[in-house]
T-cell receptor, first 113, second 110 residues
């Protein structure tokens, strides 16, 4: 299985809602990532988990809260988002702590009303 | 920090060869990646160069010159399906943190 899966594919939420994005991989990768991508822009790194511990938080607002329940799963909890948070949220995974190929999931297209 | 520069858009003809350049400045060097991203889809890995020289993989090749802070992606025998954005990326302040360039949007025309 060489796939990263993400659910849901699309999400529309109001500014007062609480929702979660989910990501799963079964490649035995020990590093997992959340990226945010706006239209016609490159992906921007948000968080990195390495061996289930948060190793990088790129100064992301606290309304985004990541969670890594186990080595295969990565969640992103959303609360009190703003319309400018509307974007494609990409999950990725890679082998370990060294630079290497990152496998991306298909993304969740988030719209905040 | 990291600074990556690549052209915004390129157009090339089906069957032709196109070279997409990327220049970078990094505080340390841990290799350079190329990713392809079709509109509305996730990026997919194309290549990783850590040593100088050309690496060939089918129709795609990637070149690196560490002394010049320069890389290029060469696409041969262009096909319509090669129309996509091509992203150059380098590891950031920590090896796991990839920093992407703005991407080059390639249009292949008949």
């Amino acid at each position: 299985d060489t796939e990263v899966t993400q659910t849901p594919k699309h999400l529309v939420m109001g500014m007062t809602n609480k929702k979660s994005l989910k990501c799963e991989q079964h490649m035995g990768h020990r590093a997992m990532y959340w990226y945010k991508q706006k239209a016609k822009k490159p992906p921007e790194l948000m968080f990195v988990y390495s061996y289930e511990k948060l190793s990088i938080n790129e100064s992301v607002p606290s309304r985004f809260s990541p969670e890594c329940p186990n080595s295969s799963l990565l969640n992103l909890h959303l609360h009190a988002l703003q319309p400018e948070d509307s974007a494609l949220y990409l999950c990725a995974s890679s082998q370990d702590h060294l630079p290497g190929e990152q496998f991306f999931g298909p993304g969740t297209r988030l719209t905040v009303l | 920090g990291q600074n990556i520069d690549q052209p915004t858009e390129m157009t090339a003809t089906e069957g032709a060869i196109v070279q997409i350049n990327c220049t970078y400045q990094t505080s340390g060097f841990n290799g350079l990646f190329w990713y392809q991203q079709h509109a509305g889809e996730a990026p997919t890995f194309l290549s990783y160069n850590v040593l100088d020289g050309l690496e060939e993989k089918g129709r795609f090749s990637s070149f690196l010159s560490r002394s010049k802070g320069y890389s290029y992606l060469l696409l041969k025998e262009l096909q319509m399906k090669d129309s996509a954005s091509y992203l150059c990326a380098v590891p950031g302040n920590t090896p796991l943190a990839l920093v992407f360039g703005k991407g080059t949007r390639l249009s292949v025309i008949a």
